[in-house]
């Protein structure tokens, strides 16, 4: 026995607040958590942080480089880019939960009701989720959009957050049934069922609580997809749209005619949209080792 398995050195660790256990057992994900809190501290008071408009043109900056005024440089409208990521972070951010919220909730409820029932239910819906799954996430979200355009409602276009959300919904719904099927067999829930409880109260008051934790790690790991999903669509014009500032749309039109003589214009929403996927994929997978019991002690 190690001087870290003694049971001085458990109950101490057991004692901690569960946010400093997060911490000192995973290092890389409260890193990541860092990073993810940075940006939505910088996305929700974007109007107190950022030192510019983001829409505001102006002619003679254009195409900046780096500088004390502009640290990340200026795009071919004279628009500071710094300003522009940190207002894209909003963006990315918001989209980027919603999606990621809708579609893993839809498929959570899609996974539990289709394990509860079983038999023909099951294997109907089941073959829909491999309909989905045969498509990749890109062209089943393309057409979605296609499909529907835009619809903005409070600065936020519903429609790309369907988009979005439909190409998760399968892969999560396939994973809770798999961890519904175990608490199916649950001693609770054939009681709740010889109880004569209704098959809503079943699956929401007894089985859904026990698919809290993979849910909680899908959603996190989600929202990374769902930024670099939003990223791509805005890139190919069919995300978000001008003058508002996204990291995709960033990288599109104009800044591909300059990336020689304005190199910046490409670099910096580039990393930002990187170092976004990167931190909520270091926290997703903290947070799905911190949540499994076989690495509890």
């Known amino acids: 026995m190690t001087v870290a398995d003694t049971p001085v050195a458990v109950r101490a660790r057991r004692g901690r607040h569960p946010a400093l256990q997060f911490v000192v057992t995973q290092p890389l994900g409260a890193a990541g958590l860092l990073v993810i809190l940075l940006m939505a501290f910088a996305g929700i008071f974007a109007e107190y942080v950022a030192p510019y408009d983001p829409v505001a043109i102006d002619f003679g900056a254009m195409l900046a480089p780096p500088s004390p005024e502009h640290v990340m440089g200026t795009d071919s409208f004279g628009r500071d880019i710094f300003t522009r990521i940190i207002y894209g972070a909003r963006t990315a951010l918001a989209i980027g939960f919603l999606s990621s919220f809708a579609g893993c909730t839809l498929g959570a409820a899609v996974g539990v009701a289709s394990a509860y ?17 045969a498509f990749p996430i890109i062209v089943l979200a393309l057409v979605v959009v296609a499909m529907l355009g835009r619809n903005l409602v409070l600065g936020v276009d519903v429609n790309l957050i369907v988009a979005i959300a439909i190409p998760i919904m399968p892969k999560v719904a396939r994973v809770i049934r798999s961890a519904a099927l175990a608490v199916r067999e649950m001693p609770y829930v054939d009681a709740a069922r010889a109880a004569g409880y209704s098959h809503a109260r079943i699956i929401f ?43 995709g749309l960033m990288l599109a039109g104009n800044a591909s005619d300059f990336y020689r003589e304005a190199p910046w214009m490409i670099l910096f929403p580039g990393l930002a949209i990187s170092l976004a996927v990167f931190a909520f994929n270091l926290f997703g997978d903290s947070l799905r080792d911190w949540l499994d019991p076989k690495f509890k002690t």
């Open 205 to 247: 008051r007894h089985m859904a609580p026990n698919i809290v934790a993979p849910y909680l790690i899908m959603l996190t790991a989600y929202i990374a997809q769902a930024i670099l999903l939003e990223a791509s669509l805005s890139f190919l014009g069919l995300g978000v749209a001008e003058p508002m500032p996204a990291w």
């Open 117 to 133: 029932f079983g038999g023909k239910i099951d294997l109907v819906v089941q073959r829909f989720v491999d309909i989905l799954l």
